[in-house]
């Protein structure tokens, strides 16, 4: 009852929450916090103080590098789950992490949008290549994210889907908001061949319970494709907006 109600004052305030969801993202320093979350370091590295009291982040040294990461095993683990799997918007964080992420690498040239993948604010036939990484699961048409993907790449682009084979891990929809527990392969060859992509032999990185598959598709050559442009003018736009709702 004490540590509940601790770990339940500490993330009673927004920057705490955020700072919970991002480091169960990953281990993060306080100079990446700080950066991520727009806020002075003294405020950050206060709010980071208090939540390592209250038994929810650990913050350990690596070389001159301390980071903060969710703390494991604690009286307040099942709470901190649930609230990182709760109804907050992640998406903002997330891109916050990957400009980080970017910049560590030493990766100038990388951008970060913000995009719905059912329809990408993106010209038709505009990339080389598209990774869809970890992220089909969450989408209740994986059909239609993966003819948005197609629609731009160029001829002979690759898209690369990274994702899970079917598995039964129903916990994953209710924690973890997963809508589907998997792709068959099949089902994304026929999806890809259906979006005008050639698809390859998958690769299973075998695990247990998970197996990750990536796949490969090549957008053809000559293949006229179904662009987003064609499905507005065949369906009335009322319609293809419910549909993209
Ligand atoms: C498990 S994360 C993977 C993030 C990243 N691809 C990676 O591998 O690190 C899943 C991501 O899917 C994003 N996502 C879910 N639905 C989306 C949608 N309709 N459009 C764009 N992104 C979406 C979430 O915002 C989240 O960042």
Redesign the pocket.
């Known amino acids: 009852m004490e540590h509940l109600l601790a770990a339940l004052r500490a993330v009673a305030e927004p920057t705490r929450l955020r700072l919970v969801v991002l480091c169960a993202?990953g281990e993060l320093t306080v100079s990446e916090l700080t950066q991520i979350l727009g806020q002075s370091q003294p405020r950050v590295s206060r709010h980071l103080k208090l939540l390592c009291e209250a038994g929810l982040l650990d913050r350990f040294r690596e070389g001159s590098w301390v980071f903060y990461r969710l703390r494991q095993s604690s009286p307040a683990g099942a709470l901190t789950r649930q609230l990182v799997a709760a109804c907050i918007?992640?998406?903002r964080?997330?891109?916050a992490?990957?400009r980080v992420n970017l910049e560590r690498a030493g990766l100038e040239n990388g951008l970060v949008r913000?995009?719905?993948?059912?329809r990408l604010a993106l010209a038709d036939a505009s990339f080389d290549a598209v990774?869809?990484?970890?992220?089909l699961?969450?989408?209740d048409r994986p059909a239609a994210?993966i003819a948005e993907a197609a629609r731009v790449l160029r001829s002979g682009g690759i898209l690369v889907l990274?994702d899970f084979a079917p598995h039964s891990l129903e916990f994953l929809r209710d924690e973890h908001a997963h809508r589907r527990l998997g792709f068959a392969d099949s089902e994304v060859a026929e999806w890809c061949g259906a979006a005008g992509l050639d698809p390859a032999p998958a690769h299973h990185l075998a695990g247990d319970p998970l197996t990750v598959v990536i796949w490969t598709a090549q957008r053809h050559a000559a293949a006229r494709l179904r662009t987003a442009g064609d499905v507005r003018t065949e369906i009335p736009d009322a319609v293809f907006e419910r549909e993209l709702r």
């Open positions: 993202r918007d992640q998406s964080e997330m891109l992490v990957a913000l995009g719905d993948m059912y990774v869809i990484h970890q992220v699961h969450y989408a994210v990274v």
